[in-house]
């Protein structure tokens, strides 16, 4: 079984026992949590395609830790001003551990 989620304004293919990587969620490593953005379920040749959620069903994962991103150099120019700015971001992620995905 696998199911389409949204998160974090970005959409992911889970199914479950697969570890994935969001953008941050709020909770403690070993904290369960419930997502209810379920925009796709499919099971085989069975596919429930949400407007734009499936009514019922929920996605639940476990929260394996909290995690950064790569360093990112965001360097902005203008030429022939001698206008530079230099600026690092890394992004803060949550890693995911699906464990069940239901339907109501």
């Given at each position: ?63 394996v830790g ?39």
């Amino acid at each position: 079984m696998f199911a389409v989620i949204k998160t974090g304004g970005k959409q992911y293919k889970v199914a479950e026992n697969e570890v994935i990587t969001v953008e941050r969620l709020e909770g403690e490593a070993g904290s369960t949590i419930s997502l209810d953005q379920v925009l796709l379920v499919g099971e085989g040749e069975n596919v429930t395609v949400g407007a734009p959620v499936v009514a019922g069903a929920t996605v639940t994962a476990e929260i394996v830790g909290q995690a950064r991103g790569p360093k990112l150099i965001v360097f902005k120019k203008r030429r022939r001003q001698n206008s530079r700015r230099k600026n690092g971001h890394r992004q803060d992620l949550t890693v995911l551990k699906i464990t069940s995905i239901a339907v109501a």
